[in-house]
């Protein structure tokens, strides 16, 4: 579990806390959307990184 996907846990759980205390809690339920967008967002972006790397790896082994 990386930080994205602690980060993406955190967004649901505010969320779902949010929800439950629907009314007065709206704010709490708009934040955890948000961190669980940025939580998602930015585990596409790691794991996309990763892969980018991958090929660049795989591209220098080929070439020695």
């Given amino acids: 579990m990386d930080r994205w996907d602690a980060l993406a846990l955190l967004g649901i759980a505010l969320l779902g806390a ?3 205390l629907l009314a007065p809690w709206l704010g709490l339920a708009v934040t955890g959307a948000a961190l669980l967008a940025v939580g ?3 585990s596409v972006t790691a794991e996309r990184a990763a892969a980018r790397q991958a090929l660049i790896d795989a591209k220098e082994r080929q070439v020695r």
């Fill in 18 to 20: 949010g929800l439950w």
């Fill in 40 to 42: 998602l967002a930015g």
